[in-house]
Antibody, heavy 122, light 108 residues
Framework: EVQLVESGGGLVQPGRSLRLSCAAS????????MHWVRQAPGKGLEWVSG????????GYADSVKGRFTISRDNAKNSLYLQMNSLRAEDTALYYC???????????????WGQGTLVTVSS | DIQMTQSPSSLSASVGDRVTITCRAS??????LGWYQQKPGKAPKRLIY???SLQSGVPSRFSGSGSGTEFTLTISSLQPEDFATYYC??????????FGGGTKVEIK
């Protein structure tokens, strides 16, 4: 069974940092691109970042570019999101999602995790 | 970056109704767009890819059209299981992607 388990969320003050992790199991992790997608309370989906199977292609939403860094460790079957200079508007449930291809040039999320909540507040 | 403006943000409809949802791109994106359905607590499911191609296994009452800057998702006859939130997602600016704001389809 394919499983994605996010961790690392929590309450953090504005301007501070947080690192999210996503532990993957049940599939050959280094065959697939991965994404971070977030959803603020009562709001729609926002794609945050994506990374190809070999980290050769990486992209960010403009809202996080320069502050967030996506990475993966294929040996550990893990995906990460380093979030720096956090803002109140980064408050959201952060989901890790597997793509169905090596790259994500034709994105199709399948599946994604249960999410980890990040709250940015003083 | 490419902005995706989706409308309406919500709609109420009855079973059997024809429903149309629109996404407008801030610049031309060819046909680099997909439509996704999300039900509460579930991952989004892709319905349409390349603007108008039906994903395998998706009922034929779903259809997509458009190219360039204007795109439409149509549900020809709304079924009870179709009440959900729908999103468009552009990938023309790969490796950056952009979702539309979403359309919640509710029961009238």
């Amino acid at each position: 069974e394919v499983q994605l388990v996010e961790s690392g969320g929590g309450l953090v003050q504005p301007g501070r940092s947080l690192r999210l992790s996503c532990a993957a199991s049940g599939f050959t992790f280094d065959d697939y691109a991965m994404h971070w997608v977030r959803q603020a309370p009562g709001k729609g989906l926002e794609w945050v970042s994506g990374i190809s199977w070999n980290s050769g292609s990486i992209g960010y939403a403009d809202s996080v570019k320069g502050r967030f860094t996506i990475s993966r460790d294929n040996a550990k079957n893990s995906l990460y999101l380093q979030m720096n200079s956090l803002r109140a508007e980064d408050t959201a449930l952060y989901y890790c999602a597997k793509d169905i291809g090596h790259d994500y040039g034709d994105p199709n999320f399948d599946p994604w995790g249960q999410g980890t909540l990040v709250t940015v507040s003083s | 970056d490419i902005q995706m403006t989706q409308s309406p943000s919500s709609l109420s409809a009855s079973v059997g109704d024809r429903v149309t949802i629109t996404c407008r791109a801030s610049q031309g994106i060819r046909n680099d767009l997909g439509w996704y359905q999300q039900k509460p607590g579930k991952a989004p499911k892709r319905l349409i890819y390349a603007a108008s191609s039906l994903q395998s296994g998706v009922p034929s009452r779903f259809s997509g059209s458009g190219s360039g800057t204007e795109f439409t998702l149509t549900i020809s006859s709304l079924q009870p299981e179709d009440f959900a939130t729908y999103y468009c997602l552009q990938h023309n600016s790969y490796p950056q992607l952009t979702f539309g704001g979403g359309t919640k389809v509710e029961i009238k």
